[in-house]
């Protein structure tokens, strides 16, 4: 009996029937059980992870935690190998490929690698669903490829934002297009200061390191009985902490964490304070002998509170230059802190 026959050679199907959809769900599932205990799994970050598939466009975040649930119980009371035989079964024709790509990027490394004692159950994954070694080696590379670009973007400005170089501080203010706020341009264009923007977004940036930046959605009423219910401070949590920084920050820094958190009763009618470690995620690079260049460390504070008919998201960065050391977690918690508080007391809301 070999280690995954557990997961391939059941004879039991699941009672349960499943979507095609759900089905490439429930691959992604079998794929993080099957080395692992079932209580282990991160149920929160599988379905990030099956949000960024194309197949699941249609569906909300709390729908696809829901199928994630549902799949974790089938397996925990069927067994995995049930669970993964009514994949199989259910998975259109059309979703084969989507089904094998759930399976590689959940075994994926932090190096963007797949670990050598995982690579018999791709192969037997693979075997499973019928896939040519052709096939299955281009599903591997796209998928590789399609991390590699996310993580060589900036996660605050890509290619699409409208970047605009600052050479003239002749209007020493800047507008939100949608005209709810006017704040004070806090960046030099002698220290290479710069804006960049887009909807909804703007950051300010220069090339010593600064990085003060302005997330603010429209805040719909609808909104208010949420809010109203569950409380300001876990609403301004769940904003943060659960949907922005999971989506803005661990997408592109797998290596991110929070590491403090901080609700602000009195300040700015209630506001939400975290500060996230960021290995190799600021936004400035060092230069290797060897040419390439290498993000450095940094830890990102964002505040959130709302004002007016806004939610807002502000953040900035503390990078760490070669041979800096950070100070304490307390420490550097508050110092970033006070710098946002610092930023959006210039902030003129409208």
Same mark, same amino acid.
């Given at each position: 009996?070999?280690?995954?026959?557990?997961?391939?050679?059941?004879?039991?199907?699941?009672?349960?029937?499943? $979507?095609?959809?759900?089905?490439?769900?429930?691959?992604?599932?079998?794929?993080? &059980?099957?080395?692992?205990?079932?209580?282990?799994?991160?149920? #929160?970050?599988?379905?990030?992870?099956?949000? #960024?598939?194309?197949?699941? #466009?249609?569906?909300?975040? =709390? %729908?696809?935690? %829901?199928?994630? =649930?549902?799949?974790?119980?089938?397996?925990?009371?069927?067994?995995?190998?049930?669970?993964?035989? @009514?994949?199989?079964?259910?998975?259109?024709?059309?979703?084969? /490929? =989507?089904?094998?790509?759930?399976?590689?990027?959940?075994?994926? =490394?932090?190096?963007?690698?797949?670990?050598?004692?995982?690579?018999?159950? /791709?192969?037997?994954?693979?075997?499973?669903?019928?896939?040519?070694? #052709? %096939?299955?080696?281009?599903?591997?590379?796209?998928?590789?490829?399609?991390?590699?670009?996310?993580?060589? %973007?900036?996660?605050?400005?890509?290619?699409?934002?409208?970047?605009?170089?600052?050479?003239?501080?002749?209007?020493?203010?800047?507008?939100?297009?949608?005209?709810?706020?006017?704040?004070?341009?806090?960046?030099?264009?002698?220290?290479?200061?710069?804006?960049?923007?887009?909807?909804?977004?703007?950051?300010? $940036?220069?090339?010593?390191?600064?990085?003060?930046?302005?997330?603010?959605?429209?805040?719909?009423?609808?909104?208010?009985?949420?809010?109203?219910?569950?409380?300001?401070?876990?609403?301004?949590?769940?904003?943060?902490?659960?949907?922005?920084?999971?989506?803005?920050?661990? @997408?592109?820094?797998?290596?991110?964490?929070?590491?403090?958190?901080?609700?602000?009763?009195?300040?700015?009618?209630?506001?939400?304070?975290?500060?996230?470690?960021?290995?190799?995620?600021?936004?400035?690079?060092?230069?290797?002998?060897?040419?390439?260049?290498?993000?450095?460390? @940094?830890?990102?504070?964002?505040?959130?509170? &709302?004002?007016?008919?806004?939610?807002? &998201?502000?953040?900035?960065?503390?990078?760490?230059?070669?041979?800096?050391?950070?100070?304490?977690?307390?420490?550097?918690?508050?110092?970033?802190?006070?710098?946002? /508080?610092?930023?959006?007391?210039?902030?003129?809301?409208?």
């Amino acid at each position: 009996m070999t280690k995954y026959d557990k997961v391939f050679n059941s004879p039991k199907t699941s009672e349960e029937s499943l $979507s095609p959809e759900e089905a490439v769900a429930a691959i992604a599932t079998v794929t993080a &059980i099957a080395d692992s205990m079932i209580e282990d799994v991160d149920a #929160e970050s599988l379905a990030g992870i099956l949000w #960024e598939f194309e197949v699941f #466009e249609e569906y909300s975040e =709390d %729908e696809i935690a %829901e199928i994630v =649930d549902r799949l974790l119980a089938i397996a925990e009371e069927e067994g995995i190998g049930p669970l993964f035989n @009514a994949a199989k079964v259910s998975l259109s024709e059309e979703l084969v /490929l =989507d089904g094998f790509a759930a399976g590689v990027i959940v075994l994926l =490394d932090d190096e963007l690698a797949i670990a050598k004692p995982k690579q018999a159950y /791709l192969k037997k994954l693979q075997a499973a669903l019928d896939l040519e070694d #052709e %096939e299955a080696e281009e599903i591997i590379k796209e998928v590789i490829a399609a991390f590699k670009e996310a993580e060589e %973007e900036e996660y605050a400005d890509d290619d699409d934002d409208e970047t605009v170089v600052i050479e003239d501080f002749s209007e020493q203010t800047y507008q939100s297009p949608l005209g709810n706020f006017t704040v004070p341009i806090p960046v030099d264009p002698q220290q290479g200061g710069r804006i960049q923007s887009q909807e909804g977004v703007v950051g300010f $940036s220069d090339d010593i390191g600064t990085l003060l930046r302005i997330d603010y959605y429209p805040f719909p009423l609808e909104q208010l009985e949420e809010l109203e219910s569950v409380g300001q401070e876990e609403y301004l949590q769940t904003i943060l902490v659960d949907k922005y920084v999971p989506q803005a920050i661990f @997408a592109n820094v797998p290596d991110a964490s929070v590491e403090y958190t901080e609700y602000l009763e009195n300040t700015l009618r209630g506001a939400y304070y975290v500060l996230i470690d960021m290995p190799k995620g600021s936004t400035i690079s060092k230069q290797e002998n060897n040419g390439t260049a290498i993000r450095l460390d @940094a830890y990102r504070g964002l505040l959130t509170f &709302i004002s007016g008919e806004f939610l807002y &998201i502000v953040s900035s960065q503390h990078s760490f230059l070669d041979g800096e050391t950070p100070d304490s977690l307390e420490e550097e918690a508050e110092d970033i802190k006070e710098s946002i /508080l610092e930023f959006v007391e210039t902030i003129e809301f409208n």
